[in-house]
């Protein structure tokens, strides 16, 4: 499969908001709490484009996938319940969501590979991730991507399962 990893940009964000609705339905009909009509919102995308953490794969020229890298860290991660792998700086990935259309097909596997290679490339060598314990399809993806489970982190929604993976 072809894919294009970029940058998102603001002509981007109403077919982010489309993959994002559809993973909101999903995890609903599923019963999972992680996403909801609160979270996360356009305005999440959109300071997401603004601060240019929002980054999109495309599969011949239409976006399948969303995500925001972080290369500079997530404050909650300061006080996790356990311990990280290592304490040296890190990106981190917030809310990926795949199209409908393209699950079970890889591309969120891809979206995490290109966000290692980024890393990569800016000097980083952990990578740090967190996720409702419900949330069966990241944590297969974070599986399969080699995370190792740290510990738990605490937002005012809830409490996240923390993965970490040392790149390179």
């Known amino acids: 499969m072809e894919t294009t990893f970029r940058k998102a940009s603001t002509t981007d964000i109403n077919r982010i908001m489309e993959i994002i609705e559809e993973a909101k339905l999903q995890m609903a009909r599923e019963g999972k709490c992680q996403w909801d009509e609160a979270y996360p919102t356009r305005s999440n995308i959109e300071a997401d484009v603004a601060n240019g953490t929002a980054h999109v ?3 011949a020229g239409r976006i399948v996938a969303y995500g ?3 290369l ?3 404050p909650a991660y300061n006080m996790i ?5 290592t304490k040296q700086p890190y990106v ?3 809310r990926l969501a795949v199209a409908e259309e393209t ?5 969120g596997w891809l979206f995490i590979k290109e966000v290692e290679r980024l890393a990569l490339a800016a000097g980083l060598k952990s990578f740090k991730v967190d996720t409702n314990h419900d949330n069966n ?11 190792t489970f740290c510990g738990t982190i605490h937002y005012p929604q809830g409490e996240r399962m ?7």
């Open 103 to 107: 699950k079970g097909h890889g591309v």
């Open 162 to 168: 923390a993965f970490e993976k040392l790149l390179g």
């Open 68 to 70: 925001a890298v972080v």
């Open 57 to 59: 794969m495309l599969t």
């Open 92 to 94: 981190v990935l917030h």
């Open 72 to 74: 500079t860290g997530e």
């Open 137 to 147: 399809r990241m944590l297969r993806l974070l599986d399969k991507a080699e995370f």
């Open 81 to 85: 319940e356990g311990k990280w792998l």
